[in-house]
């Protein structure tokens, strides 16, 4: 079955950088668009990044534009979010998320915490 684990979370402090994986498994990694959406506390899921399946193509949410950058390696079924300049409104559970045959696919989060 699809399976979506995510990685690296963790504190920070303000101005600092992470990086998340999200190793994926039970379907063909490579032929589907995969994404990063991330929920504060008190606040509504919201869409950060998303990848088309080659790589070639990206998108990004207003709020981590020239911040953020998504990528992928087809070769270890992992997408990855480069998070640089972070500030402490980036505080959230990230999740990778996929879609398969009509069905949304959901990491279990990892917490980044961005504080001084």
């Known amino acids: 079955q699809v399976q979506l684990v995510e990685s690296g979370g963790g504190l920070v402090q303000p101005g600092g950088s992470l990086r998340l994986s999200c190793a994926a498994s039970g379907f063909t990694f490579s032929s589907y668009a995969m994404s990063w959406y991330r929920q504060a506390p008190g606040k509504e899921r919201e869409l950060v990044a998303t990848i088309t399946g080659t790589g070639a193509m990206s998108n990004y949410g207003d709020s981590v534009k020239g911040r953020f950058t998504i990528s992928r390696d087809n070769a270890k079924n992992t997408v990855y979010l480069q998070m640089n300049s972070l500030k402490p409104e980036d505080t959230a559970v990230y999740y990778c998320?996929?879609?398969?045959?009509?069905?949304?696919?959901w990491g279990q989060g990892t917490q980044v915490t961005v504080s001084s």
């Open positions: 998320n996929t879609m398969r045959r009509l069905t949304v696919y």
